[in-house]
């Protein structure tokens, strides 16, 4: 089965910093990538899919890049609402694996 | 739009059948372009994909390597809805699991999650 691997773990910036996101797949999936973001408490909600198209009503500061097995997630200005754990997904076939997770914080 | 209520017990005790469902409101079961997952959520396993069901002129279901021996998810076409049913519990079965739709593989819409414990 493909690995889905994200970089960092966990990270802390601040209020208007640039984040950027990596999440590697062991084989190519195209970009059938997802990212999923889940807020403390809450329960995770879609925010790109095909590795770049952001979900509706989903805002514009972030963006999703890349295919084949190199994927990154950008927050081009962090906002406190974007504390979060953000997930990537691959969903070329099954398993639909996940990767570990990326714990944002302020 | 789509609603996924989940219900089920809270507390399963070890070596017994975890059993859950998911009821659709806003989507049918039956139809060609959805699949129908479960996935959960703990602390050492982060989020796992489980596995799905899903009809294409045939009823069919994938499932994870990793409990493919002891689970089962099934459609319920006359309630619009799919279960799950995870057997031989342990405590490392102790999660928060969700229902979601997916589409073509697109996970899109996430059920509320039911926290589930497997303890005697």
Redesign the interface.
């Given at each position: 089965?493909i690995q889905m691997t994200q970089s960092p773990s966990s990270l802390s910036a601040s209020v208007g910093d640039r984040v950027t996101i990596t999440c590697r797949a062991s084989q190519g999936i195209g970009n059938?990538l997802?990212w999923?973001q889940q807020r403390p408490g809450e329960?995770?909600?879609?925010l790109i899919?095909a590795a770049s198209t952001l979900?509706s009503g989903v805002p514009s500061r972030f963006s999703g890049s890349g295919s084949g097995t190199d994927f990154t997630l950008t927050i081009s200005s962090l906002q406190p609402e974007d504390v979060a754990t953000y997930?990537c997904?691959k969903?070329?076939?099954?398993?639909?694996?996940?990767g570990?997770?990326t714990k944002v914080e302020i | 739009q789509l609603q996924l209520q989940q219900s089920g017990p809270g507390l399963v005790k070890p070596s017994q059948t975890l059993s859950l469902t998911c009821a659709i409101s806003g989507d049918s079961v039956s139809g060609n372009v959805a699949s129908w997952?479960w996935i959960r959520q703990s602390p050492s396993r982060?989020?796992?994909?489980l596995g799905?069901t899903y009809y294409r002129s045939k009823w069919s279901n994938?499932y994870?390597?990793s409990v493919k021996s002891r689970i089962t998810v099934n459609p319920d076409t006359s309630k619009n809805q799919f279960s799950l049913q995870l057997r031989s519990v342990t405590p490392e079965d102790t999660a928060v699991y969700?229902c979601a739709r997916?589409t073509?593989?697109?996970?899109?819409?996430?059920?509320?999650?039911t926290l589930v414990t497997v303890s005697s």
């Open positions: 089965d059938s997802a999923h329960v995770p909600q879609l899919y979900q997930y997904q969903y070329d076939a099954a398993p639909l694996t996940f570990g997770g | 997952n982060g989020l796992e994909w799905r994938d994870s390597v969700y997916a073509r593989g697109l996970i899109d819409y996430w059920g509320q999650g």
